[in-house]
């Protein structure tokens, strides 16, 4: 059974930047697209970027496209989330999803998820 784990969260100034971490066991990591959402307490989760199979293809949302970078590492098991210029409404927990085949959507329509971690920007 696929797991994945989001780590490297944390607080930072706004301007500053973080590197975000999905990491995954079981099932084959190249297997599958990876997606980054991220959600505010109230609100609906929100998508923030995602990355096909092979790494070759992202997309991204229009509130975070020039300052975030989605990657994937398919040799260590892990997708990567840099994030840069960071702004106080970027604070949010972040999670990591996959989907299995060469779909990468901006939906929620993804096979599983990982249990977020959290990412606080201050003014």
């Known amino acids: 059974q696929v797991q994945l784990v989001e780590s490297a969260g944390g607080l930072v100034q706004a301007g500053g930047s973080l590197r975000l971490s999905c990491a995954a066991s079981?099932?084959?990591?190249?297997?599958?697209?990876v997606g980054w959402f991220r959600q505010v307490p109230g609100k609906e989760r929100e998508f923030v970027a995602a990355?096909?199979?092979?790494?070759?293809?992202?997309r991204y949302a229009d509130s975070v496209k020039g300052r975030f970078t989605i990657s994937r590492d398919n040799a260590k098991n892990t997708v990567y989330l840099q994030m840069n210029n960071l702004k106080p409404e970027d604070t949010a927990v972040y999670y990591c999803?996959?989907?299995?085949?060469?779909?990468?959507?901006?939906?929620?329509?993804?096979?599983?998820w990982g249990r977020g971690t959290q990412v606080i920007v201050s003014s």
């Open positions: 999803a996959g989907r299995w085949g060469d779909e990468y959507p901006i939906t929620n329509d993804y096979h599983f």
């Open positions: 079981g099932g084959t990591f190249i297997s599958y697209a």
């Open positions: 990355i096909g199979r092979t790494g070759e293809d992202t």
